[in-house]
């Protein structure tokens, strides 16, 4: 029997979609822009093993461009082409829920652009259910900078940081000994259902260590309290069924542990990467992988640093031939992400973009799948590949 894998490149757009204009984002794109900074710079930038697939075709097609170091001899080997996302918004939920089959179509709530951010009902409650002392920051911030300026009155004072952007999120950031990680998941539970009336996508723990501002450092012990899907997605699906589901690295956070089945958590593209090819050794004939590559978004992406996305892409790329020797006679890998998050785009938010849709394995044909009306179709696709019933939206291919 088939399996089926499917590998989110967090953040890895290729290119701004028609709406783009609407959420701030005319002109974005993550990897072409990548590429162009790497071409200006000298410095050497090439995807080979991706390219070969049809990244870089797919690229053509979503911007009229093949972007440096994308370029191929011959017809790419894979399928390619990329999805326009029909959901509102361009957060991981959202990207994640439509690749997924359940595209969102209610608008999510957002907190303003204003200090202070939170509405004072929210805060007060928070710090009454949670029993403290008070909050910092209540402003829109990168998370990052936020601890920098923040972090030692946070330990000082035992006030977490409380902070937002331009996705429907809430972070919350503490100090994993002064303030202790299991009291921070017990905050953001508490802060999860607390906005649960506002419709915040998200409640994020943003847990960091060190002894002051020159060597704060989150860690590995982040959590995302996410909302549920609102209908069941290719995962509830597949573990309906009865199939061997594995997710990896984000992925059970992001989907609000429903139909997750057997999830792995990882820190960084390397570690996921490996628990990818650990997890489909075990994966059975039938089964769904789905894993999240993150670093790519938040190490990279939000921190406006094209440098360290453009290397990461090229680990990612040498890591492929390991993904390819594993596969099996009717496995059918996807490659995608779930929107963009243009590190030469100003600010430090996502980026409505186009994302890459790749499809191969032993077997699989190759050519173009053109533009794709959604993000869903991947989920449509999988599901007449594994013979499950389609999760309702999305065209297969």
Request: hydrophobic share 40%.
């Amino acid at each position: 029997m088939a399996r089926a894998i499917v590998i989110v490149l967090d953040s890895a757009g290729i290119g701004a979609s028609a709406d783009a204009a609407a959420y701030g984002d005319a002109g974005a794109d993550t990897l072409g822009h990548v590429a162009e900074w790497f071409a200006a710079t000298g410095m050497p930038f090439a995807l080979p093993n991706l390219a070969a697939l049809g990244l870089g075709e797919a690229a053509r097609q979503s911007t009229g461009r093949v972007p440096p170091g994308l370029e191929i001899a011959g017809p790419p080997r894979g399928r390619f082409g990329f999805g326009v996302e029909t959901s509102r918004g361009k957060d991981t939920p959202s990207g994640h829920w439509e690749i997924a089959g359940v595209p969102v179509t209610f608008d999510w709530g957002y907190f303003p652009s204003t200090e202070p951010s939170f509405p004072t009902d929210l805060t007060e409650a928070i710090i009454r259910e949670g029993r403290l002392p008070g909050i910092l920051g209540d402003k829109h911030a990168s998370g990052t900078e936020i601890i920098a300026e923040l972090g030692e009155e946070h330990v000082r004072t035992g006030r977490p940081i409380l902070y937002t952007s331009a996705d429907s999120v809430l972070q919350i950031a503490a100090h994993e000994e002064a303030f202790g990680l299991q009291r921070l998941y017990q905050l953001c539970l508490i802060a999860r259902r607390l906005v649960d009336p506002l419709g915040i996508g998200r409640v994020i723990a943003r847990p960091f260590v060190g002894s002051g501002a020159t060597d704060f450092v989150r860690t590995g012990n982040r959590r995302d309290y996410a909302v549920a899907p609102p209908a069941p997605t290719l995962l509830q699906i597949a573990a309906d069924a009865g199939r061997h589901v594995v997710t990896v690295g984000k992925i059970g956070d992001i989907f609000a542990h429903i139909g997750t089945g057997e999830e792995v958590k990882a820190n960084g593209n390397a570690a996921i990467g490996a628990a990818t090819l650990a997890a489909l050794d075990r994966l059975r004939d039938g089964g769904l992988l789905m894993a999240n590559f993150i670093d790519f978004d938040s190490l990279y992406g939000h921190r406006r640093d094209p440098e360290g996305y453009g290397r990461a892409l090229m680990a990612f790329d040498g890591w492929l031939p390991e993904l390819r020797q594993r596969l099996k006679p009717g496995d059918l890998v996807f490659v995608t992400a779930d929107h963009g998050c243009d590190p030469t785009y100003p600010g430090s938010d996502h980026t409505r973009e186009h994302v890459p849709i790749l499809a191969f394995g032993p077997g699989q044909p190759a050519g173009s799948i053109g533009d794709r009306e959604s993000f869903a179709d991947i989920a449509a696709t999988v599901s007449a590949h594994l013979g499950l019933p389609g999760p309702g939206a999305g065209r297969p291919f």
